[in-house]
């Protein structure tokens, strides 16, 4: 098969399975967690475990930090001098600011680079990326493969329940979410990301959190957005249980399930379970 005309490139916030870029063609550029004194691409991480173990009981929240313009030269050129075009996909511009150096960076490389916000995370950026590598491939132009990402980050909305508010506070990361902070309830909020972190629904229960997932789910299917997925953190067992009930809903497997990592982990715990629906054109080989 011959090297597509457009690369897409993107950063590693999507959490899709080891591997799944690889099998699209998509190379990433990855951000750092920064834990004491030591200093980590999130992408060499060869899991998440120790890390979120550590998280758990930490008196100072870890931070993470976005990838240098150098990062992003390293790729770009190798690309550019290859005589190809890039689109780069990247972590919402709300609360990251990759796509910001992306940009820096695309302006030194030379050669077409359009950098697109994908105005999402987790998920949500990793489907709005298969979207657009699934036009690359099909030999699209790049404002062809952009235009798919645009649709994409329409098609895709992703919801997600949290434990606690707690991380999101210490992290800074919390936007609109704020105005639940405070309450006297033990309350489970419902969360999804619309540039910044925006609130949904707020329950009383895990087990009230994790119906309403699923009542999302049925919302998609009935949409017609029948490519579901499932992310979690630290929650395998309850990722499992969606899993079968996504099976029954939708007649199929999910695109992926798949643990978020520290850099979006950081700032809003363990505990996170995350839903999302897609309409299945944004995956068609025809361009």
Not at 110 to 126: F, P
Not at 249 to 258: A, H
Request: glycine residues 10%.
């Amino acid at each position: 098969m011959p090297t597509p005309p457009v690369a897409v490139v993107t950063d590693s916030t999507h959490y899709l399975p080891k591997g799944m870029l690889d099998l699209v063609g998509v190379q990433e550029v990855s951000l750092y967690v920064n834990d004491g004194d030591h200093h980590e691409r999130e992408a060499d991480m060869p899991d998440f475990d120790a890390y979120y173990e550590r998280l758990r009981t930490a008196p100072e929240l870890p931070t993470t930090s976005q990838p240098s313009i150098g990062d992003f030269l390293a790729v770009y050129e190798p690309l550019v001098g290859a005589g190809r075009d890039v689109v780069s996909i990247h972590i919402s511009g709300g609360i990251s600011g990759t796509v910001e150096s992306a940009r820096q960076a695309a302006a030194d490389a030379g050669g077409q680079i359009a950098v697109v916000d994908s105005e999402s995370a987790a998920g949500g950026l990793g489907a709005i990326v298969l979207a657009a590598a699934t036009a690359a491939n099909a030999g699209a132009d790049a404002a062809a493969v952009v235009r798919r990402a645009e649709e994409a980050m329409v098609g895709v909305r992703m919801w997600f329940a949290v434990d606690t508010l707690e991380y999101l506070r210490r992290g800074g990361r919390i936007g609109t979410a704020q105005a639940w902070l405070g309450g006297a309830l033990k309350i489970k909020p419902i969360l999804t990301l619309t540039r910044e972190i925006t609130p949904i629904e707020r329950v009383r229960t895990s087990g009230r959190a994790f119906e309403r997932l699923i009542d999302y789910l049925r919302t998609r299917q009935a949409d017609g957005a029948t490519t579901w997925m499932v992310q979690h953190i630290r929650a395998q067992e309850q990722a499992d249980h969606i899993v079968e009930r996504g099976r029954e809903l939708f007649g199929s497997e999910p695109l992926f399930v798949s643990e978020i990592g520290p850099v979006i982990g950081t700032h809003v715990g363990p505990g996170l379970l995350g839903v999302a629906g897609m309409p299945p054109s944004l995956l068609d080989h025809q361009t």
